[in-house]
């Protein structure tokens, strides 16, 4: 059983969430928030508002390793900034834990728990709750999302073992041997197959799609 902290962050509303996944990728929520502060607060309280939030959560709950959202932008608005800023603040509470930290892009996670990287936020937020059985959605969709980044990197890593932290796709995992998909769109036994399944496929795509540089825009 391993525990991941997902956190999709935010000045205003930071989605935090504690997940524990099996080896045969059965998922179980431990803990969900959403934190934040007033957009009128000074930043630098902002942010340590956020830092003693994760670090009560870390300090409570113990994760074995943590996923936060990985930025990128067309344009340096202040909501992206603002973003990136907490997104950092997020990285240094889990690496002072002694976590590694593993960065997924939105379409990844969408399309781990979705099986499409385009997938609408009420989406992503029907999926989790099927997921993990769920007898009420999480809501604001920020806590949804967070949740959607912890099980992306638990299922990405194999529940973890001894690839915690990794923040790479390893393809060949998912090919190679006949044990079914790692990241199921939805729960379920695993395909006796050896291709990749179609949420795989759309996962690899929504992940290529997310790295290719854009014209004028800020990775």
């Known amino acids: 059983m391993a525990r991941v902290l997902g956190v999709d962050p935010g000045l205003t ?6 997940v524990e996944v099996d080896a045969r990728r059965r998922a179980r929520l431990v803990h969900v928030e959403v934190a934040g502060t007033a957009a009128d607060t000074a930043l630098h309280e902002r942010l340590l508002h956020l830092d003693r939030v ?39 509470a889990a690496a002072r834990a002694g976590l590694e930290v593993g960065l997924h892009t939105p379409s990844e996670a969408k399309a781990a728990v979705t099986g499409s990287g385009t997938a609408s936020k009420a989406q992503v937020t029907a999926m989790v709750t099927r997921i993990l ?3 009420a959605a999480p ?14 990197h638990a299922w990405r890593a194999g ?8 923040t790479g796709l390893r393809t060949e995992s998912m090919t190679s041997r006949a044990t079914g998909s790692r990241f199921p769109a939805q729960p379920g036994p695993a395909r006796a197959s050896g291709a990749a399944t179609q ?15 854009r014209r004028g825009g800020v990775r």
Not at 55 to 69: H, I, K, Y
Not at 139 to 152: E, G, H, K, Q, Y
């Open 13 to 18: 509303r930071c989605g935090i969430a504690v």
């Open 54 to 92: 994760i670090e009560r959560v870390l300090e409570r709950f113990v994760p074995d390793a943590a996923a936060v959202e990985r930025m990128f932008a067309n344009a340096n608005t202040p909501t992206v900034l603002g973003t990136a800023q907490a997104a950092g603040v997020a990285i240094t």
């Open 133 to 135: 059985g769920l007898d």
């Open 139 to 152: 809501r604001p969709a920020d806590a949804a999302d967070a949740i959607a980044l912890a099980l992306t």
């Open 159 to 166: 529940s973890l073992g001894s690839a915690a932290g990794q």
């Open 199 to 213: 949420a795989q496929r759309r996962w690899l795509e929504a992940e290529a799609a997310a790295r290719r540089p």
